[in-house]
């Protein structure tokens, strides 16, 4: 395998984990969002929302379409709370 190859692949492979990683940090937000909620403590979801939402932009479409359903679950119960 030539070296160009070699770092193509790396950066593919690299570019796959730091989305993941990101995406596993969408999922804590909104896990500790939907306990604020549960709380009572609904403008401390609603301060985590936008850093949701810039993590979720920045997401390959593929990674975004393992969390869109949990994010409009969120968002409407944020919704609902005002």
Not at 48 to 74: A, G, Q, S, T
Request: aromatic fraction near 8%.
């Amino acid at each position: 395998m030539k070296m160009k190859e070699i770092n193509s692949k790396y950066a593919e492979l690299g570019g796959t984990l730091i989305a993941r990683k990101e995406r596993d940090i969408i999922e804590e937000l909104i896990e500790w969002s939907h306990n604020h909620i549960n709380n009572n403590e609904i403008n401390d979801a609603k301060r985590l929302y936008p850093r949701i939402e810039l993590l979720y932009k920045n997401l390959p479409k593929n990674e975004k379409n393992l969390v869109f359903d949990k994010c409009i679950e969120l968002q409407k119960r944020i919704g609902r709370q005002f």
